[in-house]
């Protein structure tokens, strides 16, 4: 073996500390790339169910994402809870609820939890309590914190709590047991889909899909209760299957997407009596499709100029500027969802991308929104983390 020069043995000896360094401050660099990243987060409810889980999923993930390009950049479980298929916050956002079934050998049973969200965005769980029914399906609270809502789509039951100092839940306030049937073979019997609160908090607005109605109710906070008004109900055409309603950020207009009717209903609303007075009715679907599809979610752009709902089967998008002097809406197009099934889609706070979860395929499509065309332009549609994902909550 020839012998080494005293600069050569030096050099070896100090090459893992030069590379060290090297590895070290590449490390140093990414993390401070990553840290100038302006992110955004948000919460991800996931079908756990039935168990195991053929996804793997296990219930509410969290997800960051770029705020300038709209990518995701990562995701992680927060929470193991059972089905947890739509999220709220309340409204000083430092309690998260969401609704799920527990499934056991015996029965399916409809759950409400809650959650303190902390610093760092992870859960500490609270408490849960009985929906009163099966199919938990949604919560809501009111814009004062002092109510919690949720609907049961199996039992044809809504629910109200009460909330405790710590945002723990109280047990059920009211129950409301709904009856009736529709014509279409899903409409057997009641099926309340949301609890939704009108802009100045004093009506509770229930879409129920088996009835093709909208029950209406009027929330007295003095008194600590909730009271039906006095016509009650808002019919829809035979059929509909109203699923979820929202309203206009700033005019009297409310819109009501309909599951099985592939439509969406335009109301003019009444802020005085909650009375919902229909404009017009639109289609979801292109005129040439003759599939079957049923639609899921409804949103309204920030600035109030753009409506979204989203159709299963069609696996679209469909996009209509708001006629802001009479509320009509007028079609821009239909959007590729790039995944199957997109149960609920959310607009991110910026207003400027499309976040859409596609539960069957398992994935979250990302698209930039033009706010002055409307049109939707794919950015990804590779992220899976989340296994399951049926419902977006921006934080």
Known sequence: MPQLSHNSLLLIILLPFIFYGCNTQSSKTEN????KINTQFAFVGNYTEPAPSKTGSKGIYGIKTNSETGEIIRGHLLAEVDNPNFLTFSPDRKFLYASGDSHDDREITGQVYAFKINADTTLTFLNKQSSLGNSACHVSLDQTGQFVFTANYSSGVAAVYNRNEDGSLTEPLHKFEFSGSGPHPNQNSAHPHQAIISPNNKFLYIPDLGTDQIHVFRILHDDNKVVPTDFRDISLPPGSGPRHMTFHPSLPYAYVINELGNTIQAFEYNSETGFLEKIELYSTLPDEFEEVSYCADIHIHPDGELLFGSNRGHNSLVGFRINKED???????????????????????????????????????????????????????????TLEPVCLLFY
Request: proline content about 5%.
């Open 327 to 385: 509320g009509s809406l007028d079609l821009i197009d239909h959007f590729s969802v790039q995944g199957d099934w997109p149960r609920n889609f959310a607009i991110d706070p910026s207003g400027k991308f499309v976040y859409v979860a596609n539960q069957n395929s398992g994935n979250i499509s990302v698209f930039d929104l033009d706010p002055v065309t409307g049109k939707l332009s794919l950015i990804d549609s590779t992220f899976n983390a």
């Open 32 to 35: 401070n790339v990553m840290n």
